[in-house]
């Protein structure tokens, strides 16, 4: 019974990452900022959800660009810039028990140019009572 749950649960999540990375696939235009997969799934509710996350961007004009990942209640972390480009791809190692949101903005400005999520989500929630084994 557990094996066939978790093989269905599994069979839905991959289904689910592949329509959603074609569908923003198609997105795709002058102005963009595209992030595969777009879903992480961590085993128990709570915990951190470990992903390689491929991050691509594209805009019309070249110029200073810099990516910043943002997690709810912390202030949105530097990971990278690029100089006098107006498209790259780059792989980022997520973790994360929260949804993170990925910002493109010019290196001049606090201007916000595109934004893409990961979404966390688990396959088991957490349980708060503490299992006693007892021998007797």
């Not at 002058?30 to 992903?51: H, I, M, T, W, Y």
């Not at 929260?98 to 966390?120: C, N, P, R, W, Y």
């Amino acid at each position: 019974m557990f094996f066939k749950r978790q093989l269905i649960g599994m069979f839905l999540l991959f289904y689910g990452v592949s329509l959603s990375s074609n569908a923003q696939q198609e997105l795709i235009g002058e102005s963009s900022l595209l992030v595969q997969p777009n879903k992480c799934v961590a085993l128990n509710q709570g915990r951190d959800c470990f992903a390689k996350i491929m991050v691509s961007w594209r805009q019309s004009t070249e110029n200073d660009y810099c990516l910043f990942v943002k997690v709810v209640e912390r202030p949105p972390l530097l990971i990278k810039c690029w100089d006098s480009v107006n498209q790259a791809q780059w792989e980022y190692e997520f973790q994360s028990a929260m949804d993170g949101h990925f910002i493109l903005m010019e290196k001049s400005s606090d201007k916000v140019l595109a934004s893409a999520t990961i979404q966390v989500s688990w396959l088991y929630k957490a349980n708060t009572r503490k299992r006693r084994w007892r021998l007797f």
